[in-house]
């Protein structure tokens, strides 16, 4: 395959995967292709959408690549999907999230100590939810379960690894746009960058 249909190939396949996805699942797609090539077609594709100020970026996430909107457009497409967020975390769910992202792994009653209040219901939807998994016990009496965030964590927030997490108080901002009935916006690579520059997310 030529290399101009190549890369035409990785778009495609980025652009149609519903989740992330990773150099060694289009590696399989293509056959041949080793995964330098993989690697180096999808910077150029990365460089072209952001030197030509598209409105769609091939962002990194969750060990592998999608296809995102700029953040720079947010405010448009929240107008065009304000009704459609029906599945939003509550407040109690963000801040335990947010507990167990930055302190995994942990147990509920170490989650209920930091929170000071009951945490079952909470736990049980972020799990439901899968952002949350049990990954072990811990080596104490009982052996209580400890829980750790997955790869849907990731995904729903637009992170390539833990290392991406925003500050803790982030999360309380992202409470207060759900109470004020805004949708979550996953965490583009700009506002990373952005984040790393300046300390905070712009």
Same mark, same amino acid.
């Given at each position: 395959?030529?290399e101009?249909?190549? !890369?035409?190939?990785?778009?495609?396949?980025?652009?149609?995967?519903?989740?992330?996805?990773?150099?060694?699942?289009?590696?399989?797609?293509?056959?041949?292709?080793?995964s330098?090539?993989?690697?180096?077609?999808?910077?150029?594709? !990365?460089?072209?959408?952001?030197?030509?100020?598209?409105?769609?970026?091939?962002?990194?996430?969750?060990?592998?690549?999608?296809?995102?909107?700029?953040?720079?457009?947010?405010?448009f497409?929240?107008?065009?999907?304000?009704?459609?967020?029906?599945?939003?975390?509550?407040?109690?769910?963000?801040?335990?999230?947010?507990?167990?992202a930055?302190?995994?792994?942990?147990?509920?009653?170490?989650?209920?100590?930091?929170?000071?209040?009951?945490?079952?219901?909470?736990?049980?939807?972020?799990?439901d !939810?899968?952002?949350?998994?049990?990954?072990?016990?811990? !080596?104490?009496?009982?052996?209580?379960?400890?829980?750790?965030?997955?790869?849907?964590?990731?995904?729903?927030?637009?992170?390539?690894?833990?290392?991406?997490?925003?500050?803790?108080?982030?999360?309380?901002?992202?409470?207060?746009?759900?109470?004020?009935?805004?949708?979550?916006?996953?965490?583009?690579?700009?506002?990373?960058?952005?984040?790393?520059?300046?300390?905070?997310?712009?």
């Amino acid at each position: 395959m030529e290399e101009d249909n190549l !890369k035409s190939a990785v778009e495609a396949l980025i652009f149609a995967s519903e989740k992330p996805i990773t150099a060694e699942q289009i590696k399989k797609v293509l056959g041949d292709l080793d995964s330098f090539s993989i690697n180096k077609i999808i910077t150029e594709l !990365k460089n072209e959408y952001e030197a030509q100020n598209r409105g769609i970026r091939v962002v990194e996430i969750a060990g592998g690549f999608q296809m995102t909107t700029c953040s720079n457009f947010a405010p448009f497409l929240k107008k065009l999907f304000k009704n459609r967020y029906s599945d939003k975390l509550s407040r109690p769910a963000l801040e335990s999230l947010a507990i167990i992202a930055y302190k995994q792994p942990l147990t509920k009653a170490e989650i209920e100590s930091l929170r000071n209040v009951n945490v079952d219901g909470v736990i049980k939807s972020l799990v439901d !939810k899968n952002l949350i998994r049990i990954c072990g016990r811990k !080596k104490i009496p009982g052996r209580p379960f400890v829980y750790g965030t997955t790869r849907e964590f990731l995904e729903h927030f637009g992170l390539k690894s833990l290392q991406d997490l925003p500050k803790m108080e982030d999360f309380t901002v992202l409470a207060q746009q759900q109470e004020a009935g805004e949708a979550i916006e996953p965490i583009s690579q700009t506002d990373l960058e952005a984040k790393n520059e300046s300390g905070q997310i712009a």
